[in-house]
């Protein structure tokens, strides 16, 4: 499902208009990358959470010369589902 199939669908389960449903759903998406940004978590009870997990400095290879190289620690947004969510995909 693409972005805007999303917001079709928003739009047709709440009543709003595509335009609104449309500014929901990037108020979501904005609301919970700058908690993420800001070290919060983010959780939806029975959904699901949002977190920030820290990935470790590691060796890597290139695979088209074999070369081994360090790749740098980072920063990786999670999602873990909840069990609402699990029950519902069962």
Do not use: C, W, Y
Request: no cysteine.
């Amino acid at each position: 499902m693409t972005k805007s199939e999303f917001i079709d669908k928003v739009a047709d389960e709440s009543g709003l208009s595509k335009k609104d449903a449309g500014t929901a759903v990037d108020a979501v998406i904005a609301t919970i990358e700058k908690s993420l940004k800001s070290g919060e978590e983010v959780s939806f009870t029975g959904f699901g959470k949002f977190h920030v997990a820290e990935r470790g400095a590691r060796e890597g290879r290139n695979p088209r010369t074999g070369e081994t190289m360090q790749i740098a620690a980072s920063k990786v947004p999670r999602f873990t589902a909840g069990s609402g969510l699990k029950k519902a995909i069962k």
